[in-house]
């Protein structure tokens, strides 16, 4: 079969690729080396804070900056001797050890939140006429991994651009879990629409396929064929006991739920860490609000800090305790930093110059602090990190190649990491 | 190096390559950098983008990307890489060696003639060479096309290089070769070309020193057979022949025409977005009446339908959006674009009209052309914009550099921004709409030069008009006149495209001499055709549509179930998704409603292409932030919506439905199934499909579950979903 470079062609590639990859029995040494290479495979939990949060109300305090930059906060202890963090943090900082602050991050101004949100969510320079893709698109294609489970999930909703397959095509989208917070809360299109039966679902399944049997032996068009995967794939989650609990938050504790929060972050990063558990290997949860132009001090207070402090912090706490967390990266970022000076509606302004992104578990050495800004959190000063080098880093922890080549439809070669080093000081 | 191994490395170089031996004393050669240097690092892959050639070079040396800059080139390897007081120390010489370490790995053999090029230049003083030595013009390939016939079959290309000075050289040995299809040619590092065992045609791209040429080849591993000849003997209709002719290069025989069926839901879903109902199905497959084919062709032509299709398309294609363009703009552009197609405005009207619109952006739909955001678009957003829509060509990428594979400069694409830089905004950002007047000095700075860039034809003259003058009429004037080169071929590429499922070029917006055509013959005989037809989009449309090629069956035969790309048989196409939603409505017979949208009755008439539907998202609507074709990808929650949407479930179920009216009028099984067929797939069940569900209907608990049960198969199934 010729392997045309347009649109066709690449799909009729993923095609082979995923039709050959069957969901039938392996063989002995496979299930062995699949066993292997389950232990080496880290999951990602990406959690994005859309907006931009403020480094020096979070993780890079300035205690001795004169007040209108220093802002309203003050640090606390953490269980880490000699590194603090905002006093609204109190659970994070019970898990400091386990957590590696990255303060001298440094990005580009591109003049929007669109654009840097594209930028820090796949760690390439955004262009205008394409889309890259997401860390977590990245990784599932290079892993190609198989099961009931989508690889790859979104949590809540997602904000701007960047967070999907993009050029890679929305194969690699995450599937959308919606929000677990909601009374009632159901993964859409997961469960029969009232009235329809599981029997029912298979006997509609059973005509669907003789009427595609019949028309397959009229036209061997590879584009219709390729609707066998997604569509198989989709059927063994509606009929898996196992997908559908795992997507049920019915099925955890209410003293649990009440630790990680009845918030949507809360119950966003619990929801993140039943999927993980269940064989979903990368996780993106989305938490809006952190553009605090005006009011920065009080969005911090009441809406911002406690549920994702409270979440993140039983994050890490759970994972631990299940033995998750060495084999699951969790990254806690956002596009930009704010502006060191408070402006006049008490608000902190975008600030890409030096903001701060918090790793932990899977491979990342927890309990110290990477970079440094000055004094009053506006330049790095000391071991500059950029957004490829985050990128490489964060493709380190994960075990893909940082020489990956992807290539879009007409056949452009996409390196996954533009120059950028690792972190290696941040990695076990 | 020692005497007797220079006189060995002479001796090769002699044996190797007859030119470099004319002048046996290499010092005394008149070196050229750019044409005897430059290429070796092209070749060497030095400077690809992935490495030295990338934006920021590599380990602190930058190379312009494939030798475009070979002065700036020179002054850099001078200044970092070469050494003269000790030429064999050069880093030009032991980096690619990895006589010292090198990213990049080996890139020559110390023994190869490559390297000893490199060195004798070195010695020679690394000179640029004589400014006034014979420019290179450009390169030609040989041999011409020709088709390849069997796995394994192969040709040696040459390249010669042609100087200003009239001489030949030939530089085969310093090419760079590729293919853009390498199922059908491979090419290897030094010009053998070799058929795969795909069928087709492929372009192998050849570079050498800055110039690149793109000569196509062919192959098959088909034979010769009457099943090829007999159609293209008897090829009357001039898309036909061109089609017909290509398929007989390659022994690819043209499947039989559709049936009636088919060729009456195609045309309405082509021409329409529309079903056919069961009522027109009936009709028309009892009509005796000659030339009912292309009656019905000129009837659909007609219908509202037609243009409300039109404007989803053009919208698509201008990137109509509620965010960009507010709810007021939308409206505005809908409405603009439908009276457009309703009036069957000619196609030369219609874009001189969006290029010299004047605002405001809610009453003139035209001038949202201009805007975004509620200002005007910058002129670099514009000239990107007007590129890809008008001209066919994908120029974004000259804003940073030189197109790599393609003669369109920076210079290029400022001059074209320059054209739009007078249109600035005018009137108040309060009511989110806006207007726009002339500026008429306003400038756009080229980066290269630093100076204002001269506004230009596209790859032609200064546009040279009165002082205050608006230049976008002269330039849409310029566009649209019948022997431009970019628009009729562009605008019977897109329309091609819409009713074959493919582009001649393809993708639609992306010219390029490295992407040719299928047809190059085809695509100018369709651009004469508008273009000596005022425009007229109906009359393409209707000549494309009595052609074999459109109404072929896409049932494939023996020969050509392979064939994606030269019309051997007809192209199955994917319902767009508001087509798709809109079908659901009419097979059911409910109609969707759009909250706070009441001119659209239909999802393809919906001017809010964010609505909140998930239906339409789920099916890959245009997100219309990019200017691409829409993809067909089949995606877990497409499968998953369909499976388990409530609103599906609702339509099927509903008792006001077509189905639950026909049960409850009592009509029989028999009689359900047929007015079922003929309304979703628009034909009458076979025997035996009938006969399998007529059983299972017989053998339900709950007939009316079953039914709709059947309902929701025929709605989820191929033959429903596409277009055949």
């Known amino acids: 079969m010729s392997l045309h470079t347009d649109c066709d062609g690449r799909r009729r590639r993923d095609f082979l690729k995923l039709g050959m990859c069957g969901l039938g029995a392996m063989s002995l040494p496979e299930l062995v080396r699949a066993q292997q290479q389950k232990k080496k495979d880290t999951s990602l939990i990406f959690v994005w804070l859309a907006g931009g949060p403020p480094q020096m109300d979070t993780y890079d305090m300035k205690p001795g900056a004169p007040a209108e930059i220093r802002g309203e906060f003050k640090p606390i202890s953490t269980n880490v001797s000699g590194i603090q963090v905002c006093e609204l943090m109190p659970k994070t900082a019970t898990a400091m050890d386990k957590i590696c602050v990255l303060r001298s991050v440094t990005s580009v101004d591109l003049g929007s939140h669109e654009r840097s949100s594209r930028y820090l969510q796949t760690g390439v320079l955004p262009v205008p006429n394409m889309d ?112 559908l609990k795992a997507f049920d938050m019915d099925q955890e504790p209410g003293k649990l739920r009440d630790a990680y929060g009845r918030t949507q972050i809360g119950q966003g990063l619990l929801m993140a860490r039943r999927l993980v558990e269940s064989g979903v290997k990368a996780v993106s949860v989305w938490m809006g609000g952190w553009d605090t132009h005006a009011k920065n001090f009080e969005s911090l207070k009441t809406k911002l800090l406690p549920p994702l402090d409270q979440g993140f912090g039983m994050l890490i ?31 902190r302004d975008h600030w890409p110059k030096a903001f701060s992104v918090a790793l932990a578990g899977g491979g990342i050495k927890g309990g110290q602090l990477i970079g440094a800004t000055d004094k009053h959190a506006a330049e790095v000063t000391e071991r500059p990190i950029t957004v490829e080098d985050l990128s490489a880093t964060v493709f380190t922890s994960l075990g893909v190649d940082l020489h990956r080549v992807n290539h879009t439809p007409e056949g452009r070669p996409i390196a996954i990491v533009n120059g950028g080093k690792p972190v290696t000081e941040a990695l076990v | ?210 110039k690149f040429a793109a000569p196509v ?145 809610f009453t003139n739909g035209a001038a949202n052309y201009w805007g975004n955001y509620d200002k005007i678009s910058t002129p ?23 197109h790599p594979f393609e003669k369109w400069t920076q210079n290029d694409f400022y001059s074209l921004a320059a054209v739009f830089s007078q249109v600035v905004e005018f009137g108040t950002k309060q009511t989110q709409e806006f207007d726009l007047r002339i500026e008429p000095t306003r400038a756009v700075i080229n980066p290269a030069t630093k100076r204002a860039a001269e506004p230009r034809y ?16 002269a330039f849409a004037k310029w566009l649209t006149a019948p022997e431009n080169p970019f628009f009729a071929r562009a605008m019977a590429n897109q329309i091609w495209r819409h009713m074959m499922g493919r582009g001649l070029v393809q993708p639609v917006d992306d010219f390029r001499e490295t992407n040719p055509p299928t047809h190059p013959a085809l695509l100018d005989l369709l651009a004469r055709e508008l273009a000596s037809h005022k425009f007229d989009q109906k009359h393409l449309i209707r000549f494309i549509a009595a052609s074999r090629a459109y109404q072929h069956s896409t049932r494939s035969n023996q020969t050509n179930a392979l064939d994606f790309k030269y019309y051997s048989r007809a192209y199955p196409k994917r319902m767009m998704a508001e087509v798709y939603m809109d079908a659901i409505a009419q097979v059911t017979n409910l109609e969707n409603k759009f909250a706070n949208w009441s ?27 990019v200017i691409c074709d829409r993809e067909e990808n089949v995606t877990v929650s497409q499968a998953l919506h369909f499976v388990n949407s409530p609103d599906v479930q609702a339509k099927l179920a509903s008792p006001d439905s077509r189905l639950a009216r026909w049960i409850a009028a009592g009509k029989s099984d028999a009689e359900i199934l047929d007015e079922l067929f003929l309304a979703t ?33 025929i709605l989820n199934s191929r033959e429903f979903i596409f277009n055949h």
């Open chain 2, 380 to 402: 670099i957003e514009t000239a990107i914009q007007t590129g890809q829509v008008f001209l066919g060509v994908r120029i974004s990428c000259a804003q940073c550099h030189n």
């Open chain 1, 317 to 347: 706490e759970d994972l631990a305790q299940r033995g998750l967390l060495d084999s699951t990266l969790v990254v806690q970022i956002g596009e930009f930093g704010r502006t060191p000076h408070v402006n006049k509606d008490a608000g």
């Open chain 2, 1 to 210: 190096m020692h005497a007797l191994s220079w006189q060995l490395l002479l001796a090769t170089i002699a044996a190797v390559c007859p030119a470099w031996a004319q002048s046996a004393d290499t010092t005394a050669r008149r070196w050229s950098f750019p044409t005897h240097i430059a290429p070796i690092l092209t070749f060497g892959g030095c400077n690809q983008s992935a490495c030295h050639g990338s934006p920021v070079g590599k380990n602190g040396f930058k190379l312009s990307l494939y030798a475009s800059d070979p002065e700036s080139d020179h002054k850099v390897l001078v200044s970092k890489r070469v050494n003269l007081a000790a030429p064999d120390e050069s880093l030009l010489l032991k980096k690619p060696t990895m006589q010292v370490p090198h990213g990049g790995g080996p890139r020559f053999k110390k023994d190869s003639q490559n390297f000893a090029t490199l060195q004798a230049w070195i010695r020679a003083g690394a000179p640029y060479g004589d400014k006034d030595a014979p420019a290179l013009i450009r390169i030609e390939v040989s041999p011409g096309y020709r088709v390849l016939s069997a796995k394994g079959e192969a040709i040696q290309l040459k390249v010669d290089a042609i100087f200003s000075d009239g001489k030949r050289e030939d530089v085969t040995g310093l090419s760079v070769f590729s293919s853009n299809d390498d199922g059908v040619i491979k090419v290897s590092a030094s010009g053998r070309a070799t058929a795969e065992g795909g069928t087709g045609d492929a372009a192998v791209l050849v570079r050498y020193a800055g």
């Open chain 2, 599 to 625: 001119e659209a009755r239909r999802a393809v008439q919906l001017p809010d292409n964010r609505y909140n539907a998930y239906f339409l998202d789920v099916f890959e609507r245009s997100n219309r932030l």
């Open chain 1, 132 to 243: 890259f893709a997401s860390f977590g698109s990245v990784f599932v294609k290079e892993k190609q991994f198989k099961g009931d489970m989508p690889p790859f999930v979104g949590v809540l909703k997602p904000v701007e651009r960047g967070w999907g397959g993009g050029f890679l095509g929305p194969n690699y989208d995450p599937f959308l879990a919606g929000d677990p917070n909601e009374k009632n809360y159901r993964v859409r299109d997961l469960l029969p629409p009232m009235g329809v039966s599981l029997d029912r679902i298979g006997r509609r399944r059973q005509i669907l396929q003789e009427f595609n049997a019949a028309w397959r032996a009229v036209d061997t068009e590879a584009k219709l064929n390729s609707y066998d995967p997604a569509v198989e794939q989709a059927y063994n989650m509606v009929f898996s006991e196992k997908v």
């Open chain 2, 458 to 473: 596209f790859g032609g003259d200064v546009i040279d008009l009165a002082p205050g003058e608006d230049r976008r009429p």
């Open chain 2, 217 to 361: 080849y062919g192959a098959t591993m088909l034979k010769r057979s009457t099943n090829t000849i007999a159609p293209a003997a008897a090829a009357t209709h001039p898309i036909d022949r061109e089609v017909y002719g290509k398929l007989n290069q390659f022994h690819i025989a043209p499947s039989e025409l559709s049936t009636d069926e088919e060729f009456h839901r195609r045309a309405y879903l082509d021409l329409t977005g529309t079903l056919p109902s069961a009522a027109d199905v009936r009709q028309f497959l009892a009509s005796n009446a000659p030339g009912k084919r292309m009656l019905l062709v000129d009837q659909l032509l007609e219908k509202p339908e037609y243009a409300d299709l039109q404007t989803l398309v053009w919208a698509d294609r201008l990137r109509s959006d509620v965010r960009f363009h507010r709810v007021g703009g939308v409206r505005s552009y809908y409405r603009w674009l439908k009276e457009e197609f309703l009036v069957n405005r000619p196609l030369d009207g219609f874009a001189r009209a969006l290029l010299s619109a004047t605002g405001p952006s």
């Open chain 2, 681 to 713: 797939l628009s034909r009458h069940p076979a025997a035996q499909e009938k006969d399998r569900l007529l059983t299972r209907i017989s053998q339900a608990k709950d007939r009316k579950e079953l039914l709709e049960d059947v309902l929701w198969a």
